[in-house]
């Protein structure tokens, strides 16, 4: 009995290895699209990008190994298909091509191409295809095109459960077309590229957006609805275009942490509703057009100088400028005479023609009376008020000033 014992336990331990071995070797095709995608680049293993030797991640894939073994590839542990796939700072240079074997990786949930060369790549309809896709972050790749043509937002409507689409620092162009549906994103990052044209009101579809990060040079009014965005936690609008009003809508904000809408054209005054934002712990509008007082109270008191400067017509503190400051009082110049049609030089004439008239006539026909009282009161009955003692003082003090 003890031999079939013995013989039991090391087929179970067989069979447990092939279980286990096979459990984690990743499919053969997602293995072979893999090597054919490193394969399509250029890459100096003596350049560093991000901090790291470039090419850490890709140096690991060999033909022969199990790919889910790769650095930067996360496979699914029951099918084996490549779900995960981070070569950012890679110092990739080359294109993606819309025939890449990229592309067959269609089970892919997360792709981090982010801070590498992959100019001059076009935008290209073929990232709509990764219907699984929930993190897409392709910033500081150098990838141009206009979006309007294709990716945002038409060629992600077919990816529900998009949640983060970070595009930051590329050569995309064109205007954002007012087509965004009911997406799943919580966060959209298409900050520093060439955007014009006016922000899409669509956005108010994205219901569930936290980061919203548009500094382009988009133009017009910024609009209400962007109010209706109660998730969101950071917005950066800055370095665009933007005309019109800061929206009161924005006092519906519930959530937002850090705002951001320096180096616009806003004007008005800072809505007082943004002082119900519990929340706002960063909050820049510097360099705009805005004036008025600055809203006092909760947050608002937490500010420095720095979220206002650049707005000429902004008082109230943190700034050193008062709102209720008093003008000293001015002198009468030139101009302002002028202004009011009033100069002195007539009176100074009228009042010495005046003056030799008067006394032509009194030579004539003498002192009169009535010219006494006037000017001098009756003879003899002019006395001297006696200085109340407080008086005295006070004449005395003023002397000595």
Same mark, same amino acid.
């Given at each position: 009995?003890?031999?079939? &014992?013995?013989?039991? &336990?090391?087929?179970? &331990?067989?069979?447990?290895?092939?279980?286990?071995?096979?459990?984690?070797?990743?499919?053969?095709?997602?293995?072979?699209?893999?090597?054919?995608?490193?394969?399509?680049?250029?890459?100096?293993?003596?350049?560093?990008?991000?901090?790291?030797?470039?090419?850490?991640?890709? /140096?690991?894939?060999?033909?022969?190994?199990?790919?889910?073994?790769?650095?930067?590839?996360?496979?699914?542990?029951?099918?084996?298909?490549?779900? @995960?796939?981070?070569?950012?700072?890679?110092?990739?240079?080359?294109?993606?091509?819309?025939?890449?074997?990229?592309?067959?990786?269609?089970?892919?949930?997360?792709?981090?191409?982010?801070?590498?060369?992959?100019?001059?790549?076009?935008?290209?309809?073929?990232?709509?295809?990764?219907?699984? $896709?929930?993190?897409?972050?392709?910033?500081?790749?150098?990838?141009?095109?206009?979006? /309007?043509?294709?990716?945002?937002?038409?060629? &992600?409507?077919?990816? %529900?459960?998009?949640?983060?689409?970070?595009?930051?620092?590329?050569?995309?162009?064109? /205007?954002?077309?007012?087509?965004?549906?009911?997406?799943?994103?919580?966060?959209?990052?298409?900050?520093?590229?060439?955007?014009?044209?006016?922000? !899409?009101?669509?956005?108010?579809?994205?219901?569930? $957006?936290?980061?919203?990060?548009?500094?382009?040079?988009?133009?017009?009014?910024?609009?209400?609805?962007?109010?209706?965005?109660?998730?969101?936690?950071?917005?950066?609008?800055?370095?665009?275009?933007?005309?019109?009003?800061?929206?009161?809508?924005?006092?519906?904000?519930?959530?937002?942490?850090?705002?951001?809408?320096?180096?616009?054209?806003?004007?008005?005054?800072?809505?007082?509703?943004?002082?119900? $934002?519990?929340? $706002?712990?960063?909050?820049?509008?510097?360099?705009?057009?805005?004036?008025?007082?600055?809203?006092?109270?909760?947050?608002?008191?937490?500010?420095?100088?720095?979220?206002?400067?650049?707005?000429?017509?902004?008082?109230?503190? !943190? #700034?050193?400028?008062?709102?209720?400051?008093?003008?000293?009082? /001015?002198?009468?110049?030139?101009?302002?005479?002028?202004?009011?049609?009033?100069?002195?030089? %007539?009176?100074?004439?009228?009042?010495? =023609?005046?003056?030799?008239?008067?006394?032509?006539? =009194?030579?004539?026909? @003498?002192?009169?009376?009535?010219?006494?009282?006037?000017?001098?009161?009756?003879?003899?009955?002019?006395?001297?008020?006696?200085?109340? %003692?407080?008086?005295?003082?006070?004449?005395?003090?003023? #002397?000595?000033?």
């Amino acid at each position: 009995m003890g031999w079939l &014992l013995i013989l039991c &336990l090391q087929f179970f &331990l067989l069979l447990t290895h092939v279980i286990s071995s096979s459990h984690f070797i990743c499919c053969l095709d997602d293995s072979s699209s893999l090597l054919q995608f490193k394969a399509s680049f250029n890459i100096d293993t003596t350049d560093t990008n991000c901090g790291k030797l470039a090419y850490a991640e890709v /140096s690991t894939w060999q033909n022969g190994t199990d790919c889910c073994s790769w650095l930067g590839v996360t496979c699914d542990t029951i099918s084996g298909h490549v779900i @995960g796939l981070d070569l950012s700072c890679n110092d990739l240079q080359g294109i993606i091509h819309p025939n890449s074997t990229l592309f067959h990786l269609s089970h892919l949930q997360t792709l981090n191409l982010a801070h590498n060369r992959l100019f001059p790549t076009q935008l290209s309809s073929q990232f709509g295809a990764f219907v699984n $896709l929930t993190h897409l972050n392709l910033s500081d790749t150098e990838i141009q095109g206009e979006v /309007s043509s294709c990716m945002i937002p038409q060629c &992600l409507a077919n990816l %529900p459960f998009l949640q983060v689409l970070d595009m930051e620092m590329n050569k995309l162009y064109g /205007s954002v077309p007012n087509t965004f549906s009911s997406m799943t994103f919580s966060t959209l990052n298409l900050n520093s590229n060439q955007l014009v044209g006016p922000l !899409p009101k669509s956005l108010s579809n994205c219901r569930n $957006l936290e980061v919203l990060n548009l500094g382009n040079k988009f133009e017009g009014d910024i609009p209400n609805v962007i109010g209706e965005l109660h998730a969101i936690i950071g917005l950066n609008l800055s370095h665009n275009k933007l005309t019109g009003a800061i929206p009161q809508s924005f006092g519906n904000l519930i959530n937002i942490e850090s705002m951001d809408l320096s180096s616009n054209m806003l004007t008005g005054r800072i809505p007082t509703e943004l002082t119900n $934002l519990n929340y $706002l712990a960063v909050l820049n509008i510097s360099q705009n057009h805005l004036e008025g007082a600055i809203a006092r109270g909760e947050q608002f008191d937490t500010f420095s100088n720095d979220s206002y400067v650049g707005n000429y017509g902004l008082c109230g503190l !943190p #700034l050193s400028k008062n709102c209720n400051k008093i003008s000293p009082p /001015s002198t009468y110049s030139d101009e302002h005479e002028q202004k009011f049609g009033f100069c002195w030089q %007539p009176v100074a004439i009228g009042g010495m =023609v005046f003056g030799v008239g008067l006394g032509c006539f =009194v030579l004539l026909i @003498g002192k009169p009376q009535w010219l006494v009282s006037m000017v001098g009161g009756k003879p003899n009955s002019r006395r001297t008020r006696r200085m109340r %003692p407080h008086e005295r003082i006070n004449q005395n003090q003023l #002397l000595h000033m």
